[in-house]
Structures are given as structure tokens and as C-alpha cells.
């Protein structure tokens, strides 16, 4: 086989030269746009370094990198399109496989007739290959073999060539090295990538947090020495306080803004606790121990005073506060429970809201009270207002000096009183009420039992009084008391005592209704006849109880009143004296 006569180049080699030519001449302008893109291109350099793997998708990829290279895309892929037209290989190829030739012809394909033809060549050198009978291969003008590989089975056509001298040259304008191939040859690419975005993030882990080491907050200055950039952190080795702060062991200092100030803490750092310590135990900072708490190690205001509990105070030196806003105002006082107060000195309130105001008064029992000194009040309500007294059971109320008042509701007010049960009350000084509702309201009198009122002055109403067994009375009634009167209405000073009437004519003694002298129930009134003229009573309004009483006693005869009821009485009388 021999060459075309003419030295006629292929006509489509012809087309394909003019348009390498062109590519080359589009890229010398596109050169400074490459080069400003080379990281991009870098990224994608396998793909393009390997044009032999896919001439298409070695453009498809370059497509991706920038909008730049859309232009250089374009013009590669025109090329890369005109030369993979051809549906065929040169590899495997056999003489009986090109028809029409004669040794070393050169050829062109003819898309008609569907097979590689002789042509007549241009003249010049170029990529015009030649057939090589018995050797199977395929040869250029210029000497040099360019040998095809096999066809990918899935996509007939040139596959995966050997670049052709000018496609060789024209790709070495996409500036990239063979080293710098070798390195993308370990990226992988599976999706479209943004790179305005990755530069974007890029800059944001600048300005992340970064640790620089430890800081001694006992220096009394921000570390950095203000140059400190914003986000650089720093652990508290050393606690201490700077610029009013104050950071422990274990804390984070972060700088907040570029340059951040080494003297203001203010809009320059953000303090981050990360201690795992407790910090403060009612005022105790470090590690507190629970003997520093049950012995007394939680500080309250006074000298060795303990607080336990929100808002609670002891503001009392050696004072004692235990219980939400519980106060221990006083010197060496206790306050126990929710809004317990003890403002006295040597004071004790235990309980919510017990009080005890008075110095070394004691309130114990929900709303327990005492104002008066040495006052003691225990029980729900209970009350103890007078010095030195005592108020036991739920609403009881000793407001007196000295007054005690014991059970439900029992009151004693008059200074020395003492009532005992419910809602026993003594209104009088040194008056004593006990049993329910008993009531003494004269001085010095006692009322013992259910109701009963002991009204008189110095004297004892007892309700009701059963004696088991012998009774020994010593004293008894009052004093005789000798009267010469005619007529005689009954006072309280009667009560009680044995009155003489020795006048020779008959003397006139009234009972008095209740209404004009409240005398007590039970009380008694002995008449003694010592005169001639004997005695007889006046009991207008009054009922005398028995059938026939005998209202009339004569010289030395003695007769016994005792009032009953409200105006209710009975006479023991007529007898001799």
C-alpha cells in the first residue's frame, strides 16, 4: 500500500486542524481567566488531566468548576464532538477490515459507504494517519503510532484515545501540572459544589472559639494584654476578681469583640461557668463541708449567727434562723419554720409565723405569740402578751403581767389571773376561773366549775360542788359582823359571813333581785337574831323555794340564805341559837 498520489490530506483532518486552531486562539484570551480559576480547575484535574477516560465527561466536569470556563468548555467540546463522530476503532483492525486501499494509503471516512476510504491528502504536515497492511495499525504522517483502544460497549464510538498531538497541545492550556493531577486524583466529586460557599464557611470556622490556654484571674487583668481577638477562650487556673467579676477555678473566659479590652469586662468578655463545684452553701463558697453546715458554718449577719433556708436572716449575734424567711433578730434567739421571728433577745419562735418579741420569750405553734418579756405562748393562736405570762392551747390570751391562761379559747386580761378551760376567762387582777365558761370578774374571786361567774370580790362560786369522803373546813365563813339596824338590804359584804342584829324591836332584812345585786349562784347569807324583836325578810320578786318557808326567826335564832338562781333562793331557818 502506498500513499495518495497529490499528498492530499483528509478533509475532515482538514476541518479538524482549522478548529483546534481556533480553540487555541479562543484560549489565549481565556488564559487569565483560567489562571484566576486554577483552584477550581485544580479540583476537577483528574477529570481533565484524563481526557482519554471520557472526552465528553472530561467537558461535562470542567462545565462544573466556574462559570468562566463555560466559554473553553464550548469551544473543547466542538473539537472533542467533530473527533468522536467516528463510530469506529483502530484497535483489532485487519486487512480484510479496510476495503478499497492500497499499503500505506491514506484515509478518510466515508460516512456513506460506512467504512475507512483512500484519500487523496492536503499537502502540509498534520494528524492524516495511514493503514499499515499485516501490522494492523494505524499510523500519522509524522511518524508517530496513535493507537486506539477498545470501544466502550454501552457507547460505540472513539473511546478512551490517546491524545492526538494538536488535542494534546491544545489541552496543556488549561494549566495543569502532572503533579498537580496526582494530587486530584485522590478527590471524589459526586455532586455539584458551591464554591462561593465553601469559602463562606471557611472564614466562619475563623472565627470560632479557640483555646488558648489557662488564665490566673488573681492577676487583676484580662489575659491577652488587649490584643485578645474575639473568640479566644481562656480556663481560670487561679480564681480572683477583675474589673468586679469573679471567676473560680474551672471557669471559661471568651472574648467577645477584636481587640478586647484587658481592664473592662463590659461588652469585651462573656464569663462561662464550667466548674462542677458548689459554688456557695448559704454563704460558704468553696467546698463546704456538712459539718460547716450543721455546726454553724452557714453565716448569717451576727457574729457566729446560722441561716438555713431562702430569705432567711439572723441579723442577732449567736442567733439562729432556720426556715424560709425565718428572722433571729435578737441576741442568742431562734427562729424556726416559715416566717418565724424571734426579736427578742434569748427569744425562741418555733413554728410558721410564731413570734416571739419579748426578750427570752418562747412562741411555739402556728401564729404563737408573745410580747411580753419571759412570756411563753404555746399552742395555734395562743397569746402571751403581759410579762412573765403564760398562754397554752390553741386561741388563748394571757395580756396581763403574770396571767395564765390554759385551754381552748381561755383568756385571762386582769394582771395575776388564772383561767383554766375552755373559754374560761378572769377579767380581774389575782381573779382565778376554772372549768368551761367559768368566769371571774371581781378581784381576787374564784369561779370552779361549768358557768359559773364569781362576781363578788374575795369570794369562790362553785357550781354544783360534790364531796366524796370527809371535808375538813377551816375558816369557814367571814367574821360576825354585829348590825343595830331597823332594816337591812343584803350587799356583798354579807355574803359569806354570819350578820348580828341585836335590835329590841323586829328588824326588816331584803333580799335584793338579781338585777340590783348580781350576787353569784351559791352564795350564803347567814342572819343571827340577838335582839328582842327578832328578824324577818323582804322577798318582793324573789322566789323562796319550799312550800311554807319560814321567812321569820326570833331572839337568838339563826337562818341561812342561799341564792339558787338568778332570783332563786333558799332559807334554812328557825333554828335556835
Known amino acids: 500500500m502506498s500513499w495518495l498520489p497529490g499528498g492530499v490530506e483528509d478533509p475532515q483532518t482538514v476541518v479538524n486542524t482549522a478548529d483546534i486552531a481556533t480553540l487555541e486562539a479562543e484560549q489565549t484570551t481565556q488564559d487569565s481567566a483560567i ?22 465527561g472530561h467537558h461535562s466536569r470542567l462545565a462544573t468548576i466556574d462559570s468562566d470556563q463555560v466559554t473553553q468548555d464550548s469551544a473543547i467540546s466542538a473539537n472533542t464532538s467533530a473527533i468522536a463522530a467516528k463510530p469506529e476503532t483502530f484497535a483489532g483492525l485487519t486487512d480484510t477490515d479496510v476495503t478499497g486501499v492500497s499499503d500505506q494509503d491514506q484515509l478518510k471516512w466515508d460516512g456513506t459507504a460506512g467504512d475507512w476510504v483512500a484519500f487523496t491528502p492536503v499537502s502540509g504536515p498534520g494528524s492524516n494517519l495511514s493503514w499499515t497492511a499485516g501490522t494492523s495499525t494505524v499510523a500519522s504522517d509524522t511518524g508517530t503510532d ?17 491524545m492526538l498531538t494538536d488535542i494534546s497541545a491544545n489541552t496543556a492550556k488549561t494549566g495543569i501540572t502532572s503533579g498537580e493531577s496526582a494530587k486530584l486524583a485522590h478527590l471524589t466529586v459526586t455532586q455539584a459544589v458551591d464554591l462561593d460557599s465553601i469559602e463562606t464557611r471557611v472564614n466562619e470556622l475563623d472565627a470560632s472559639v479557640v483555646l488558648m490556654g489557662t488564665w490566673d484571674a488573681s492577676a487583676g487583668t484580662f489575659p491577652g494584654s488587649g490584643s485578645a481577638s474575639s473568640g479566644q477562650s481562656w480556663i481560670v487556673s487561679v480564681a480572683g476578681t477583675v474589673d468586679g467579676v469573679a471567676f473560680v477555678v474551672n471557669d471559661r473566659l471568651l472574648a467577645i469583640v477584636d481587640p478586647a479590652s484587658a481592664s473592662t469586662y463590659a461588652a469585651n468578655w462573656h464569663k462561662l461557668d464550667y466548674t462542677d463545684q458548689v459554688l456557695s452553701v448559704g454563704g460558704l ?11 454553724g458554718g452557714v453565716a448569717g449577719a451576727g457574729t457566729e449567727s446560722v441561716v438555713i433556708g431562702p430569705s432567711a436572716s439572723s441579723a442577732g449575734d449567736y442567733s439562729a434562723a432556720v426556715g424560709r424567711s425565718a428572722s433571729g433578730a435578737g441576741i442568742a434567739s431562734s427562729a424556726y419554720g416559715y416566717s418565724a421571728s424571734a426579736g427578742g433577745d434569748y427569744s425562741s419562735a418555733v413554728g410558721r409565723l410564731a413570734s416571739a418579741a419579748g426578750a427570752q420569750a418562747v412562741a411555739v405553734g402556728s401564729n404563737s405569740s ?6 411563753v405562748a404555746i399552742g395555734y393562736l395562743s397569746n402571751a402578751a403581759g410579762y412573765i405570762s403564760v398562754a397554752l392551747g390553741r386561741n388563748t390570751s394571757s395580756t396581763g403581767n403574770y396571767d395564765i391562761s390554759v385551754g381552748y379559747l381561755s383568756s385571762s386580761t386582769g394582771g395575776q389571773g388564772i383561767a383554766i378551760g375552755r373559754q374560761a376567762s378572769t377579767t380581774a387582777a389575782n ?47 367571814e367574821p360576825a359582823d354585829t348590825r343595830t339596824w331597823h332594816t337591812r338590804t343584803l350587799v356583798p359584804d354579807d355574803a ?19 338585777s340590783a345585786e348580781p350576787f353569784a349562784i351559791g352564795a350564803q347569807f347567814a342572819i343571827h337574831s340577838t335582839g328582842a324583836g327578832g328578824v324577818t325578810l323582804s ?3 324573789i322566789t323562796i323555794n319550799g312550800s ?30
Do not use: C, H
Request: no cysteine.
Open 35 to 56: 489562571s484566576t480559576n486554577a483552584s477550581g480547575v485544580s479540583t476537577n484535574a483528574t477529570t481533565v488531566f484524563n481526557l482519554g477516560t471520557d472526552v465528553a
Open 146 to 162: 496513535a493507537v486506539l483502544s477498545a470501544v466502550d460497549a454501552t457507547n460505540p464510538g472513539l473511546a478512551t484515545p490517546q
Open 285 to 295: 463558697t468553696g467546698a463546704v463541708s456538712d459539718v460547716d453546715v450543721v455546726s
Open 370 to 375: 408573745t410580747a411580753g418579756q419571759q412570756g
Open 431 to 477: 381573779a382565778t376561773a376554772v372549768g368551761y365558761l367559768a368566769e371571774a370578774t371581781a378581784s381576787g374571786a374564784v369561779a370552779i366549775g361549768t358557768s359559773v361567774v364569781a362576781a363578788t370580790a374575795d369570794t369562790v362560786s362553785v357550781n354544783n360542788l360534790e364531796v366524796q369522803g370527809s371535808m375538813n373546813v377551816v375558816g369557814g365563813f
Open 496 to 514: 359569806n359571813r354570819t350578820t348580828m342584829f341585836s335590835n329590841s324591836a323586829l328588824t326588816t332584812v331584803t333580799i335584793p333581785l338579781n
Open 539 to 541: 322577798t318582793t320578786g
Open 548 to 577: 311554807s318557808p319560814n321567812t321569820t326567826i326570833a331572839q337568838n335564832e339563826v337562818m341561812v340564805l342561799e341564792k339558787t338562781g338568778t332570783d332563786t333562793w333558799s332559807v334554812y331557818g328557825g333554828t335556835s341559837a
